[in-house]
C-alpha cells in the first residue's frame, strides 16, 4: 500500500528556519498539504496545493514540492510553532488519503 | 463559521458495533466530500474513510473495508461512520473532516482538508 513518510523529530532555535521534508510516489502527480497539530487540539491546515497557505496562516510558513517530496519551510521559527507536522497525499488516483506519520518539530 | 460536531462514540467492546454521527453547519454541507481520519493514543493520523457530495463515490483505509461504512444524509447536513466487528487497533479519536474543494473542482474522492471537527474518542476494550 501507498505510504508517505516524514522524519519523526526536528528542532530548532527560535529565529532559525526548519525544513521538513515528505517522500511519497504519488506526490510525482498529487498535491501535498500540511496540517499542524498542537497537544489536546484538532489538526490545522497550514499548507495546500504543495504551497498555497490558507487566510490567517501567518506568512513563515511556506511549502514546496519537486517529484516525490514535498517540503514544509517554517521561516524565523517562534516558541508556538512548537507542534507535531503531518504531510498528506493522496494516493495515485485520489481514491484514499495517506498521512506521514508526523514530525515533533521541537523550539530549544 | 464552519463547525463539525461529532457524537456517538465511547466504550464498546471487541466484535460489537458503534455508529459516529457528526453534524455540519455554516457550510453548504451538500457541495462537499466529507471525511473521517483518525488518531490512536499518541499515535499519527491516519484516514478512515471518505464520501463524495452526493454519496457515489466512498473510500476506505484497507484495514477497515469491509468493517466500516460511511454515509451522509444532505437533508440532515450529517454525516455517519457505522462500525462493526470493532476491534482495539480501531481505539482512537475520530475527527469528522471537510473537504477543501467543492464538487465542481474536487475531480477525485481525496484532496485536502480545510475544517476539523474536535473529535469523537471511541474505545474499544473488553
Known amino acids: 500500500s501507498y505510504e508517505v513518510t516524514q522524519p519523526p523529530a526536528v528542532s530548532v532555535s527560535p529565529g532559525q528556519t526548519v525544513r521538513i521534508d515528505c517522500s511519497g510516489d504519488?506526490?510525482?502527480?498529487?498535491?501535498a498539504s500540511w496540517y499542524q497539530q498542537k497537544p489536546g487540539q484538532a489538526p490545522i491546515l497550514l499548507i495546500y496545493?504543495?504551497?498555497e497557505g490558507p487566510s490567517g496562516i501567518p506568512e513563515r510558513f511556506s511549502g514546496s514540492s519537486s517529484g516525490t517530496i514535498a517540503t514544509l519551510t517554517i521561516s524565523g521559527v517562534q516558541p508556538e510553532d512548537e507542534a507535531d507536522y503531518y504531510c498528506h497525499s493522496p494516493d495515485t488516483g485520489g481514491f484514499s488519503g495517506v498521512f506521514g506519520g508526523g514530525t515533533r518539530l521541537t523550539v530549544l | 463559521e464552519v463547525q463539525l460536531v461529532e457524537s456517538g462514540g465511547g466504550l464498546a467492546l471487541p466484535g460489537r458495533s458503534l455508529t459516529l454521527s457528526c453534524e455540519a453547519s455554516g457550510f453548504t454541507f451538500e457541495d462537499y466530500a466529507m471525511h473521517w481520519i483518525r488518531q490512536s493514543p499518541g499515535k499519527g493520523l491516519e484516514w478512515v474513510s471518505g464520501i463524495n457530495w452526493n454519496s457515489g463515490r466512498v473510500g476506505y483505509v484497507d484495514s477497515v473495508k469491509g468493517r466500516f461504512t460511511i454515509s451522509r444524509d444532505n437533508a440532515k447536513r450529517s454525516l455517519h461512520l457505522q462500525m462493526n466487528s470493532l476491534r482495539a487497533e480501531d481505539t482512537a479519536v475520530y475527527y469528522c473532516?471537510?473537504?477543501?474543494?467543492?464538487?465542481?473542482?474536487?475531480?477525485?474522492?481525496?484532496?485536502?482538508?480545510?475544517?476539523w471537527g474536535q473529535g469523537s474518542l471511541v474505545t474499544v476494550s473488553s
Open positions: 473532516v471537510k473537504a477543501a474543494l467543492s464538487r465542481e473542482a474536487a475531480g477525485q474522492l481525496v484532496n485536502w482538508f480545510d475544517r
Open positions: 504519488a506526490l510525482e502527480n498529487q498535491y
Open positions: 496545493k504543495d504551497s
